[in-house]
């Protein structure tokens, strides 16, 4: 399956600190070895309410990533700091 990353993506991981960085990348590993269900349980997916087939997944205790499914492609929406990544997923 093909990850693709948005510009507010791009834009916003540049702006985590190396730890949260290197956080993000153990969790994406985890999460490409199983895009689908059952998810690893360290990640914590859920859909983000409110939204119409945008999810979340915990990278660190404070830091989300939003994501969504294409045809044979998962879009990388946004990542940060979790109230604020939850309200412009």
Request: no cysteine; net charge positive; glycine share 6%.
């Amino acid at each position: 399956m093909k990850i693709e990353f948005t510009n507010k993506f791009k834009r916003n991981f540049g702006r985590l600190s190396e730890d949260d960085q290197e956080a993000f990348s153990r969790q994406l590993k985890k999460f490409i070895d199983n895009p689908t269900p059952p998810f690893h349980p360290s990640l914590r997916i859920k859909k983000v309410q409110g939204t119409d087939g945008i999810f979340e997944f915990t990278v660190t205790m404070g830091i989300r990533m939003t994501f969504e499914f294409g045809e044979d492609k998962i879009v990388l929406r946004n990542i940060g700091e979790h109230d604020l990544t939850l309200k412009n997923p």
